[in-house]
């Protein structure tokens, strides 16, 4: 994939964070503390994500390398699966297997490996 589609996809990552922000004061009651804390570690971790993958970006263009955009695309699965079940069981949606959030974290960590892996080789692969 090219940067162009990876900086696109960190853009959409951005805007449904900043959605997920205002839904979750909104929507989830005040009185609900572990509601609260699941969409907070939801959110937190998916507008990291979403400003990495945008300097992940910004490196693909510098470094030419297929493993650079594969990492990115497995650290974006990984984030969207974690944060996307934690925001659904906070909601109290249970239509998910409670396995995909770590899942979605273990994804993400191999994305992130991946990327380690490909900075440290002299020669891009």
């Known amino acids: 994939m090219s940067q162009r589609w990876l900086a696109v996809c960190a853009a959409v990552l951005g805007l449904t964070g900043v959605i997920c922000a205002a839904a979750g004061a909104h929507v989830l009651p005040p009185d609900l503390p572990d509601s609260q804390r699941l969409w907070s570690t939801a959110l937190r971790l998916h507008l990291f994500h979403a400003t990495a993958l945008l300097a992940i970006a910004a490196l693909a263009g510098l470094r030419k390398s297929h493993w650079i955009d594969r990492s990115a695309w497995v ?51």
């Open 75 to 125: 650290i974006a699965a990984g984030a969207v699966l974690f944060s996307a079940s934690l925001y659904l069981r906070a909601a109290g949606i249970d239509i998910l297997p409670g396995p995909l959030t770590p899942l979605g974290g273990l994804i993400a960590m191999l994305g992130w490996i991946m990327l380690i892996v490909t900075l440290i080789r002299k020669k891009p692969i």
